[in-house]
């Protein structure tokens, strides 16, 4: 009888709770602007190696992004909350190209080799396979 009563105490409080959403939060916001501010935005953190692989696609296309390195932020676990939130996942990197959500590393790496990430940012290229 305890246990049932526990449960329905920690379900009416996660209910209650529900309404409490990152979406609205100063992150979320910081999020969002940042965005739709810049053509390629990717949140990343500094010693991450799926990061740097993500970020050598742009370099290898002569584009430069905008980097958020949420380790070398007071708020940047806030801020992967927050992509958590917005895009489902909480990895790093997380890749936006016109405010479009383009994944991670490998989603980043996979669009670079279709061509889709060149016709995205509306750049022509001479695909390499060493990345």
Not at 14 to 36: G, M, N, R
Not at 114 to 130: F, R, W
């Amino acid at each position: 009888m305890a246990v049932k009563i526990l449960i329905a105490s920690i379900l009416v409080i996660s209910a209650s709770l529900s309404w409490v959403s990152l979406a609205d939060s100063p992150e979320a916001a910081f999020v969002k602007k940042t965005i739709s501010a810049h053509k390629i935005v990717i949140f990343s953190k500094s010693y991450c190696p799926y990061c740097r692989r993500a970020k050598s696609v742009f370099k290898e296309l002569n584009q430069v992004p905008f980097v958020v390195e949420l380790d070398e932020r007071d708020d940047g676990w806030n801020i992967q909350d927050a992509l958590s939130e917005i895009v489902g996942r909480r990895t790093v990197p997380q890749v936006f190209i016109n405010g479009k959500h383009i994944g991670g590393s490998d989603d980043t790496v996979e669009a670079y080799q279709s061509g889709k990430l060149a016709k995205l940012l509306g750049i022509d290229i001479k695909l390499k396979d060493d990345l």
